[in-house]
């Protein structure tokens, strides 16, 4: 029962700035890493960025100094502000979230639905 909804894809002209959200909600006891990932037709699904749930973060070079990922723990969200955005940007991104439902004994991955980001040149 729990779910990861995302928000905030789009169009952009590259040279932009996008915001990504992924609210978790449901019966939830802890969650730990938090991450956004991408994915384009006939590619697998990438690392975009991680954030641990003590803040520590981890990019994909290709985004470096232009992404950043945050966290709001008390709302179980996590944010990706997209910065700069190129063309190659361009795909469906999917929030995955390490959470341990109320009740359960052990943590597994959840992922949301996608949200399409589209980059124009």
């Known amino acids: 029962q729990v779910q990861l909804v995302e928000s905030g894809g789009g169009l952009m002209q590259a040279g932009g700035s996008l915001r990504l959200s992924c609210a978790a909600s449901?019966?939830?006891?802890?969650?730990?890493?938090m991450g956004w990932y991408r994915q384009t037709p006939g590619k697998q699904r990438e690392l975009v960025a991680t954030t641990t749930s003590s803040g520590s973060t981890n990019y994909a070079d290709s985004v470096k100094g232009r992404f950043a990922i945050s966290r709001d723990n008390g709302k179980n969200t996590v944010y990706l502000q997209m910065n700069s955005l190129k063309p190659e940007d361009t795909g469906v991104y999917y929030c995955?979230?390490?959470?341990?439902?109320?009740?359960?004994?052990?943590?597994?991955?959840?992922w949301g639905q996608g949200t399409q980001v589209t980059v124009s040149s």
């Open positions: 449901g019966s939830i006891f802890s969650i730990g890493a």
């Open positions: 995955n979230a390490q959470v341990r439902p109320s009740m359960a004994p052990m943590t597994a991955a959840y």
